[in-house]
């Protein structure tokens, strides 16, 4: 998502004691003046190239403190463009692809040059914070539908605070580490990062994914000036399987592996601002927060692992929350609520505006329901399920059903096996 947008950095970081940004560092900044913050600019530059480091930590020093620190997987980007991207992002701008993410528009050198966000960056420390717990979607019936990324505590906050432990410790082997910290808080290209420091490929659905972790994952970063061999960049395992594209109710698929957000159910109810257009308020679905569905049906989480990362479990205060609640809320309590969670980037007024538009499309698709169970013995599906032309009929791309829980389509089978893979299924290289 994109908080980096609304320009207040939560978890974000403006680099380390010795690249400006934390508390001490803008104190010292403000008493110093501009000027000052000239001469300290290039007395680090002076530094970098001055003082060599002697001593640095290793790749698989570091990999594990960010394990122990509570990270999933740790990998290693080289502190280049990575390939192709900057043409991909320019291409899809241009398509207007960002709808009115305008912010999106805003340095798209910035999102893929390492050496505009930190100066003399030589290597990317990539982390990944997995998030799928057993919590369903919706956590009950009766309430409507928040999508897994906004279940537990705001991953920018989460991932934020863990880089900045990493690199403390970072720091007690070089102290004079120069780093940058970022989580979907500054203008940078996460995916294009993740999948160069290993982390997975970019799936047609957008999503960087990992063979094991499937997609359930958030990303961060660190750049630094620390001399860190690449990982292996993965493979692309999309083979010729094309679920996503074809369970998006929305079409927001132009052609595999780009999305335009104009179409995309998660673009409206997070970053829109104001009245739906476009009878976007249906099409939102029983959706009130994120989209879930191009992930759901994705064979690679089949098996995807459920964290027990407390920060990730689901929030009572945001997932057992009725419509009619979160419709009445005042902008207090709403703040309050949302405090420490992803939901924050939803205005007070548009998440009513989502739960009205909720509100209306299950009273709509109940209305339907009950004329097709009148009119019909057929009672294999609900009239929810069965609302809109593509809309996801509860089964992954091999049919198998899944419950409310997603159970199935995790792959949790009977077997207990790990479902194959797109590749291994339908034999695509
Ligand atoms: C803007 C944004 C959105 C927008 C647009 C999504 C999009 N796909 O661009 C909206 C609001 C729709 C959105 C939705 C979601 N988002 Co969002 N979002 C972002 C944000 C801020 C920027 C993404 C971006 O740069 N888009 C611009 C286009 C150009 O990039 P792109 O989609 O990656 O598309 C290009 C690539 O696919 C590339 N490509 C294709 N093949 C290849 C091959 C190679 C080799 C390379 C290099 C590139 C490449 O070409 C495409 C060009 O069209 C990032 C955070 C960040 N700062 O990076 C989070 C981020 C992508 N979002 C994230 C999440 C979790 C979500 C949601 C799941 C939330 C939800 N449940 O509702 C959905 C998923 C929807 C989807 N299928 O993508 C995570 C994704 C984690 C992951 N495992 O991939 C991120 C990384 C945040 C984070 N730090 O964890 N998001
Ligand atoms: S998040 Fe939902 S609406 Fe957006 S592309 Fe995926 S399936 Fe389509
Ligand atoms: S559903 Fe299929 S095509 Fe889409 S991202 Fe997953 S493996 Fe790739």
Redo the contacts with the bound molecule.
């Keep these: ?2 908080s ?2 609304c320009g207040v950095g939560k978890g974000s970081d403006g680099g380390n004691g010795s690249d400006g940004g934390n508390g001490r560092e803008a104190v010292r900044r403000k008493e110093a003046g501009l000027a000052a913050e000239k001469n300290v600019r290039r007395f680090r530059r002076q530094q970098t190239t001055v003082i060599p480091s002697t001593t640095e930590p290793s790749k698989e020093t570091i990999r594990a403190w960010g394990l122990e620190l509570g990270f999933d997987r740790v990998g290693f980007a080289p502190a280049a463009e ?4 900057q043409a ?2 320019k ?2 701008l241009g398509r207007g ?2 709808a009115n ?1 305008g912010w ?1 528009a805003r340095d798209p050198e910035r ?1 893929t040059d390492p050496n505009l966000i930190l100066e003399g960056a030589r290597s990317v420390i990539v982390v990944a914070q997995q998030y799928l717990t057993s919590e369903p979607v919706p956590s009950r019936p009766e309430l409507p539908k928040v ?3 906004a279940h537990g505590r705001d ?1 920018h906050e989460v991932i934020g605070k863990r880089l900045h432990a990493l690199r403390e410790r970072i720091e007690t082997v070089r102290p004079t580490l120069r780093s940058r910290i970022a ?2 808080t ?7 990062y ?2 160069a420091g290993g982390l ?1 490929w ?1 799936g047609k ?5 990992d063979r094991e972790a499937g ?1 359930w ?4 970063e660190m750049f630094t000036d620390l001399d860190l061999a690449p990982d292996v960049e993965v493979t692309d395992f999309c083979g010729s399987c094309r679920a996503c594209l074809d369970a998006c109710p929305t079409d927001a698929f132009p052609e595999p ?3 335009d ?1 104009n179409r ?1 159910i ?2 409206w109810n ?2 829109h601002r104001g009245d739906f257009t476009d009878r976007w308020g249906e099409k939102i679905q029983d959706w009130l927060v ?3 569905i ?2 759901e049906v994705c064979p690679w989480n089949r098996k995807a692992p459920e964290t027990q990362d407390p920060d990730m479990q689901a929030n009572e205060q945001i997932v057992g929350v009725t419509l009619d609640q979160w419709s009445s809320m005042e902008p207090q309590e709403y703040r309050a609520r949302i405090r420490h969670s992803a939901i924050s980037r939803v205005k007070p007024a548009d998440m009513k505006r989502n739960a009205a538009a909720v509100s209306l499309n299950k009273a709509a698709a109940g209305a339907r329901s009950t004329i097709q169970g009148s009119a019909s013995t057929d009672t294999a599906g609900t009239g929810e399920a069965r609302q809109g032309t593509k809309e996801r009929d509860g089964r992954g791309p091999d049919g198998r059903g899944q419950d409310a829980r997603g159970q199935d389509a995790r792959g949790q089978d009977s077997t207990g096996q790990r479902a194959a893979g797109p590749d291994e299924e339908e034999g695509a290289s």
């Design positions: 998502m994109g980096e947008g990575p390939e192709g991207v991909k992002l291409t899809w692809y960002h993410m999106m999102r999508s897994r990324y991953y989580c979907d500054s203008p940078i290209h996460d995916k294009a993740g999948r997975g970019i659905n957008t999503c960087l994914i997609s994952f958030f990303l961060g592996y780009v999305l957000a995309c998660a673009y997070i970053e994120g989209c879930d191009c992930q």
